[in-house]
């Protein structure tokens, strides 16, 4: 069993930065090596929606959305996962998750997977930007 913990939001201003963290936990440091770990994000009365991933060899791919203005990063020593989000705007609003997929796919599948395919799921970190 895994579990994830997400840290790093708050409330910032359009045109701000933050960086979420996702630690795990409960997975050896040669299994999170292992994982393709990816940020997801819902915005209140909207589905889940992908933001980027990252595989276990640091191979990166994002939502058309953040392209440009987000970047996914890992430490595996530390069993963490990161999302540095810069020029934030309001349709950035949501809670972000951080989830595992143990499986191997090709990158842009990450986009299009349905979220059930995910073996483990974060509770959340809020990040509300106001304009």
């Known amino acids: 069993q895994v579990q994830l913990v997400e840290s790093g939001g708050g409330l910032v201003q359009a045109g701000d930065s933050l960086r979420l963290s996702c630690a795990a936990s409960g997975a050896s440091g040669r299994t999170f090596n292992r994982y393709t770990m990816a940020w997801f994000r819902q915005a209140p009365g909207k589905e889940r929606e992908f933001v980027a991933v990252?595989?276990?060899?640091?191979?990166?791919y994002y939502a058309d959305s953040v392209k440009g203005r987000f970047t996914i990063s890992r430490d595996n020593a530390k069993n963490t996962v990161y999302l540095q989000m810069n020029s934030l705007n309001s349709e950035d609003t949501a809670v972000y998750y951080c989830?595992?997929?143990?499986?191997?796919?090709?990158?842009?599948?990450?986009?299009?997977?349905?979220?059930?395919?995910?073996?483990?799921w974060g509770q959340g970190t809020q990040v509300t930007v106001s304009s």
């Open positions: 990252i595989t276990w060899t640091g191979g990166t």
């Open positions: 989830a595992v997929d143990s499986a191997v796919r090709a990158l842009p599948t990450y986009a299009r997977i349905p979220t059930s395919l995910y073996d483990y």
